[in-house]
């Protein structure tokens, strides 16, 4: 199993900056995707920023010129910096992967959450 740890978050003022991150444990053999989603009250999931399968970056059109994300291959994490917030930032963000783990001579596929990040930014 892999799992994913998240940190960071917290609050903010609007204009203000928070880092999240996340990192991936477990006996990891590669990783696909991994990135970041949110969630407000009432609200669906939506992607914020991931890294692609081939290494390319994506982001919610919301966050462009905002928000980076960054990782760490060696230690399988991603961050988020997350620059001139606006209170509709405010949710639930959370961490996302998949790829394949190694469990004795098997290699599996995974899919995995984080618990969640709380984010609130206030005006």
């Known amino acids: 199993q892999v799992q994913l740890v998240e940190s960071g978050g917290g609050v903010a003022q609007a204009g203000g900056s928070l880092r999240l991150s996340c990192a991936a444990s477990?006996?990891?053999?590669?990783?696909?995707?991994m990135g970041w989603y949110r969630q407000a009250p009432e609200k669906q999931r939506e992607l914020v920023a991931v890294?692609?399968?081939?290494?390319?970056?994506n982001y919610a059109d919301s966050v462009k010129g905002r928000f980076t994300i960054s990782r760490d291959n060696a230690k399988n994490t991603v961050y988020l910096q997350m620059n001139s917030l606006k209170t509709e930032d405010t949710a639930v963000y959370y961490c996302?992967?998949?790829?394949?783990?190694?469990?004795?001579?098997?290699?599996?596929?995974?899919?995995?959450w984080g618990q969640g990040a709380q984010v609130t930014v206030h005006s």
């Open positions: 996302h992967a998949d790829g394949l783990y190694e469990s004795g001579r098997r290699l599996i596929d995974f899919e995995s």
């Open positions: 477990g006996i990891i053999f590669s990783i696909n995707t």
């Open positions: 890294f692609t399968k081939g290494g390319s970056t």
